[in-house]
């Protein structure tokens, strides 16, 4: 499947999220670019909202260091009614659709929460309806293939953590689904080079200076900083 489509499969698999939305065709309000009018028959004459509509584009911004952002619009329909599901309520239930998640076509991708705007639209029918909604933005990360040569800083390390840790899903040694998600039984670890400089040579020796971040997904934040440290400290160890 294409990245549109993770992301869909992602939102419509997801029942804390479906289940505050409405329906069109039978099927979630979930929609990518642009919602249907709401005289389609698929709304079957019912409200079309709660509705999710999403967009993202794949543009490198190197000041965020991300290679894309993601766009999810949630609209619900300002009623008096004291039952009726609001966009704040939806918004962590978007959130955690995407939290420690990994998405895979033909590369890798991740998508770090950056901010949410709420807005208001006043619906241009007879009733003049208001439409409260919040815009979601997530930053996209790619996480590409980092195997250079021989002998490789990467997968040295890669394996490293491997032999420390046999559960963790370590990318570049382990293949992983279309869609993963890191949990506290199985955090997920990518490798990768953030810089490689030359250090020193001789006539048969060159030293390389390789500065390796290590991305550490899992759910559980004191897991999170126990595993670190220890990793930390077998290197200097090593």
């Known amino acids: 499947m294409i990245l549109e489509e993770l992301i869909y499969k992602q939102f419509t698999d997801s029942k804390a999220l479906t289940n505050m939305l409405a329906k069109f065709a039978g099927y979630p309000a979930v929609f990518s670019q642009t919602a249907p009018e709401a005289n389609q028959a698929g709304w079957q004459g019912k409200s079309q909202y709660p509705r999710l509509t999403y967009s993202y584009?794949?543009?490198?911004?190197?000041?965020r260091n991300s290679i894309g952002i993601l766009s999810v619009f949630?609209?619900?329909?300002n009623t008096e009614n004291a039952n009726e599901i609001t966009p704040e309520q939806i918004e962590p239930v978007v959130k955690e659709c995407?939290?420690?998640?990994?998405?895979?076509?033909?590369s890798?991708?991740?998508?770090?929460?950056?901010?949410?705007d709420k807005f208001e639209i006043?619906?241009?029918t007879k009733q003049h309806n208001l439409i409260s909604g919040i815009e979601i933005v997530f930053d996209i990360l790619e996480y590409t293939n980092q195997e250079t040569t021989s002998p490789d800083p990467i997968i040295a390390i890669s394996r490293y953590i491997k032999l420390m840790y046999p559960k963790c899903l370590v990318l570049g040694i382990d293949n992983i689904e279309s869609i993963t998600k890191a949990t506290v039984e199985n955090p997920i670890i990518y490798?990768?080079?953030?810089n490689l400089e030359l250090k020193e040579q001789s006539n048969t020796v060159v030293w390389l200076d390789s500065?390796?971040?290590i991305h550490f997904l899992c759910p559980?934040?004191?897991?999170?900083?126990?595993?670190?440290?220890?990793?930390?400290?077998?290197?200097?160890?090593?």
């Open 98 to 106: 995407l939290k420690d998640v990994l998405l895979k076509d033909s």
């Open 211 to 213: 500065k390796i971040a």
């Open 220 to 238: 559980n934040s004191s897991i999170r900083l126990k595993m670190i440290t220890d990793i930390m400290h077998r290197l200097g160890q090593d």
């Open 191 to 194: 490798c990768r080079l953030e």
């Open 57 to 63: 584009n794949l543009q490198t911004n190197e000041e």
């Open 74 to 77: 949630v609209e619900c329909q």
């Open 122 to 124: 006043e619906e241009l």
């Open 108 to 116: 890798v991708y991740a998508f770090s929460w950056s901010r949410s």
